[in-house]
Every structure is written in C-alpha cells, then in structure tokens.
C-alpha cells in the first residue's frame, strides 16, 4: 500500500514540492488573479477593455507557467503589457480627473475590477516573497505591478461607461 503526501504537490519543471512553499502561493495567487479577471470580463460590454482582460488572462497564464517551468518564455507578456500601458492611457484620458481617494464599487463589473486590483497586488508580495529565495524574471513583477494601475482605471472606466460616478472618501 503506497500513501500519497498531501503536502507535497508535483510541478513538471520543478519536481516536488511543498504546498506552502512561496512558490505554491503565487501560483495560486495568480490563478486566483486570472479567475477574478474572468468574472470581470464577464461582465463587462465594451469589446475593447473584454479583449484586454482576455490578453490579462493568457499573459497570466504565461507568467503561472513561467512560475511553474523556469525556462518558459515571457515575450508575450512584454508585448500584452506595452498594449495594455497605452490602452490605459487611452481609458484614463476618457476620465475625469481624480482629486480623492474612492470607494471600490459601482457597476458589477467595476466592483470585480476593483477586486482585481487588490489581487494583482496580492500576487506582487506572493512573487516578492518567491523573489527572497528564488530567481524571478523582472517582468513578472512589472507586470503584476502595472496590472493594479490597469484595473483601477478600468473599473473607474466601467463606472464612467455605464454613468455611475466615483464615489469620493471625504
């Protein structure tokens, strides 16, 4: 009879590993991240900003596989996170200026947007945490880094596009 450890999990790259290794939780953390953006891109009708979330997950996905088999390559991410800078500023000149902090919420799909946000920057300490013991490509981090900035101005976008206006903390 063989027993299975339940705290080991096997990555293909990588060999064994402990489950509450770092680099367990950024994976997890990133995947968690691409599942949220999901649910975003549900949500969301304009077709530009769902073809960006789309572009966020499979950038995702590369970054998760990079994590799990080191030599797997980012060029696709470099290339989705100089499309994503310029659709960010795009959306931003769209706005109107912001003079306080605001509350996450307003239109469902700016609400999960803002949920975003909060995971990106999640998965940035999990890959800042790897990064103590382990090589990390610095693309990785810029891109989970730009990503909150993405997401807050997508979800204040969002809200602007369906009429709802930034709810200001006083």
Request: charged share 30%; hydrophobic share 40%; proline share 4%.
């Amino acid at each position: 009879m063989s027993e299975k450890k339940d705290d080991e999990t096997f990555l293909p790259g990588r060999g064994k590993v402990k489950k509450n290794h770092p680099l367990l939780e950024a994976l997890g953390t990133v995947d968690e991240l691409s599942a949220f953006v999901g649910v975003a891109r549900s949500l969301t009708v304009d077709e530009e900003l769902r073809q960006s979330l789309k572009k966020i997950q499979e950038a995702l996905f590369h970054i998760g596989s990079y994590l799990a088999v080191p030599n797997h390559p980012l060029d696709r991410v470099r290339a989705c996170l100089d499309e994503l800078r310029l659709f960010e500023k795009e959306m931003e000149n769209r706005l109107p200026l912001l003079r306080r902090f605001i509350y996450p919420g307003g239109a469902e799909a700016a609400a999960y947007l803002h949920v975003c946000r909060a995971v990106a920057r999640r998965a940035e300490r999990t890959l800042v945490r790897l990064g103590d013991t382990s090589e990390v490509d610095p693309l990785a981090f810029s891109f989970l880094n730009f990503l909150s900035k993405f997401f807050f101005t997508a979800a204040r976008y969002v809200n602007h596009l369906s009429g709802v206006a930034d709810e200001e903390w006083s």
